[in-house]
């Protein structure tokens, strides 16, 4: 697919896709969706990368959901179906990222609002810029979070903060999502990109499927019993204790030398 609002690479073990609408703060579109889609296609379909940074570029995450983007204008009078375009694109998004084999990271810059702000908060870990906020704008104009933000924000922040964001709909600088917990780190915007490529080299070289099932336990355990939530661990820990990563990491530990992960 020729790509023209997104750019997308991998390079070594490190996939990188970029929002790519400056213009219009990055704003999603369905055409941009498909090229999403495309892109995490490639990702699964077996290239190198271990490891994916989603970012925006200019000086926008994303503000999300483009308004003026055919299936979501209001033509002629004609009310649209909101609940298809988020059945179609940010649903289907959304549950990629949670089910992707390999680690994402979001690196925020700017504005992340709306759907822009929980594809961010959607990835394992999140990294801003100083300058960046999240914000919730859906009662602005009526809605409610999509795209997972109902989901996530609770668990990360609590009801209380939650429920402030989603009805006040104000933005919620990066030095105090990092406070609250929303997010992994904050640092000076020209420390961004270092940061990310940093973390984004470090989590390349881990056993990249224990990262994953990390991912996963830690998603499940909020609607597990302990007794559940034991039980997938010892089913997880029974897989990975057959895995190459594990032999590897034992062997540089008795060794006393780093451990060369294949993420297999």
Same mark, same amino acid.
């Not at 922040?157 to 917990?181: H, Q, T």
């Given at each position: 697919?020729?790509?023209?609002?997104?750019?997308?690479?991998?390079?070594?073990?490190?996939? +990188?896709?970029?929002? $790519? +609408?400056?213009?219009?703060? $990055?704003?999603?579109?369905?055409?941009?969706?498909?090229?999403? &889609?495309?892109?995490? =296609?490639?990702?699964? @379909?077996?290239?190198?990368?271990?490891?994916?940074?989603?970012?925006?570029?200019?000086? @926008?995450?994303?503000?999300?959901?483009?308004?003026?983007?055919?299936?979501?204008?209001?033509? *002629?009078?004609?009310?649209?179906?909101?609940? *298809?375009?988020?059945? &179609? $694109?940010?649903?289907?998004?959304?549950?990629?990222?949670? *089910?992707? &084999?390999?680690?994402?990271?979001?690196?925020?810059?700017?504005?992340?609002?709306?759907?822009?702000?929980?594809?961010?908060?959607?990835?394992?870990?999140?990294?801003?810029?100083? @300058?960046?906020?999240?914000?919730?704008?859906?009662?602005?104009? /009526?809605?409610?979070?999509?795209?997972?933000?109902?989901?996530?924000?609770?668990?990360?922040?609590?009801?209380?903060?939650?429920?402030?964001?989603?009805?006040?709909?104000?933005?919620?600088?990066?030095?105090?999502?990092?406070?609250?917990?929303?997010?992994?780190?904050?640092?000076?915007?020209?420390?961004?990109? @270092?940061?990310? =490529?940093?973390?984004?080299?470090?989590?390349?070289?881990?056993?990249?499927?224990?990262?994953?099932?990390?991912?996963?336990?830690?998603?499940?355990?909020?609607?597990?019993?302990?007794?559940?939530?034991?039980?997938?661990?010892? /089913?997880?820990? &029974?897989?990975?204790?057959?895995?190459?990563?594990?032999?590897?990491?034992?062997?540089?530990?008795?060794?006393? +030398?780093?451990?060369?992960?294949?993420?297999?």
């Amino acid at each position: 697919m020729d790509y023209k609002h997104i750019i997308f690479s991998v390079e070594a073990a490190v996939a +990188r896709l970029t929002f $790519n +609408r400056p213009d219009k703060l $990055n704003s999603f579109t369905d055409d941009m969706h498909a090229e999403i &889609r495309d892109a995490l =296609d490639q990702i699964q @379909s077996g290239t190198t990368a271990r490891v994916l940074v989603i970012t925006g570029a200019g000086r @926008s995450f994303s503000a999300g959901q483009d308004l003026a983007d055919p299936p979501m204008a209001i033509m *002629n009078g004609k009310v649209p179906d909101i609940g *298809n375009v988020v059945e &179609r $694109n940010y649903k289907p998004l959304i549950m990629r990222l949670a *089910n992707l &084999r390999m680690p994402t990271i979001a690196a925020v810059n700017g504005i992340a609002a709306g759907a822009g702000a929980s594809i961010a908060l959607a990835c394992d870990l999140v990294i801003a810029g100083k @300058s960046a906020a999240f914000m919730q704008a859906f009662s602005k104009i /009526g809605l409610i979070p999509d795209t997972g933000g109902t989901w996530v924000l609770p668990q990360r922040v609590g009801m209380a903060r939650a429920m402030g964001l989603a009805f006040l709909a104000d933005k919620l600088p990066a030095e105090k999502a990092e406070a609250w917990g929303l997010i992994w780190r904050c640092v000076e915007d020209a420390e961004l990109a @270092s940061a990310v =490529d940093g973390l984004a080299a470090q989590l390349s070289e881990m056993p990249t499927k224990a990262l994953v099932r990390i991912r996963q336990a830690m998603q499940a355990a909020p609607t597990h019993s302990l007794e559940q939530q034991l039980s997938m661990e010892a /089913g997880f820990m &029974r897989e990975l204790g057959w895995s190459p990563d594990y032999a590897e990491g034992v062997a540089a530990f008795m060794e006393k +030398r780093a451990p060369q992960f294949s993420g297999k």
